[in-house]
């Protein structure tokens, strides 16, 4: 694993627990930064965030029960 994947993965788990915990999906905001930062084409990026919104709201609901 290269520094700038270890970068990008402590950016988005941050991304995405302050975004959980102000709660909204934090979706939205990963896709610039996988497109600027990482270079990632648009279908990764979006992708990636549909990832991530669909794993955010099943631990929110597993938190919640």
């Not at 700038?4 to 930064?33: C, D, H, M, R, T």
Request: glycine fraction near 10%; charged fraction near 5%; aromatic fraction near 12%.
């Amino acid at each position: 694993m290269s520094m700038n994947e270890f970068l990008f993965y402590f950016l988005i788990l941050v991304i995405q627990i302050l975004s959980q915990a102000g709660g909204s999906a934090g979706g939205g905001i990963i896709i610039p930064i996988a497109l600027i930062l990482f270079h990632f084409d648009t279908n990764t990026a979006i992708a990636l965030s549909n990832c991530s919104i669909g794993a955010g709201a099943l631990v929110k609901n597993f938190y919640s029960l």
